[in-house]
T-cell receptor, first 111, second 117 residues
């Protein structure tokens, strides 16, 4: 079946550092890929998405590129802020409205 | 504020208790979901309701019983739970297009933190 693998956290960075959170997937066909973010005490929010190979999703300074050749969708941000501290989930959708999530990566940004 | 509310936000119950979790969406969506979020485990989809009919049940134990009385409300009835059922239970909703296989964004509530003693 489909699966998503993320780097384990926590990832601890200083403010203004460069962020990469790795995500790879296994799926048949041509899934859509997503990054969700969960701030403390809240539910998940869609951060960005990409629906086909070589698409780049972007939002709030975050970017991720759909790489079919490496089955990856790594999340990047050039300069993180304390307010970016949260748990980030990579996910895929292969049919209908069902999502398959990765295990989540906690990001902690220190001032 | 995502338009999906959940009550209670925190719940502590014994293994012999019966309780219910409530979810309400104010977005006019026609599909609702229950997820379980446990520490160090991927998010698990438990149940899906589309147009008030259950369309997905991912091998969830019968001690969890969902109910969807209308498109805006979703309940999860709990009875004789086990300590390993302690987790964050998340509700989500989305708008599904009839006959469409495309993905529509799911909007999540803040969750109910459940502790089973």
């Amino acid at each position: 079946g489909d699966s998503v693998t993320q780097m384990e956290g926590p990832v601890t960075l200083s403010e203004e550092a460069f962020l990469t959170i790795n995500c790879t997937y296994t799926a048949t066909g041509y899934p859509s890929l997503f990054w969700y973010v969960q701030y403390p005490g809240e539910g998940l929010q869609l951060l960005l998405k990409a629906t086909k190979a070589d698409d780049k999703g972007s939002n709030k300074g975050f970017e991720a590129t759909y790489r079919k050749e490496t089955t990856s969708f790594h999340l990047e941000k050039g300069s993180v802020q304390v307010s970016d501290s949260a748990v980030y989930f990579c996910a895929l959708n292969n049919a209908g409205n069902m999502l398959t999530f990765g295990g989540g990566t906690r990001l902690m940004v220190k001032p | 504020e995502t338009g999906v509310t959940q009550t209670p936000r925190h719940l502590v119950m014994g293994m012999t208790n019966k309780k219910s979790l409530k979810c309400e969406q104010h977005l006019g969506h026609n599909a609702m979901y229950w997820y379980k979020q446990s520490a160090k485990k991927p998010l698990e989809l438990m149940f899906v309701y589309s147009l008030e009919e259950r369309v997905e049940n991912n091998s969830v134990p019968s001690r969890f019983s969902p109910e969807c009385p209308n498109s805006s409300h979703l309940f999860l009835h709990l009875h004789t739970l086990q300590p390993e059922d302690s987790a964050l239970y998340l509700c989500a909703s989305s708008q599904e297009a009839s006959g469409s296989s495309s993905y529509n964004e799911q909007f999540f509530g803040p969750g109910t933190r459940l502790t089973v003693l």
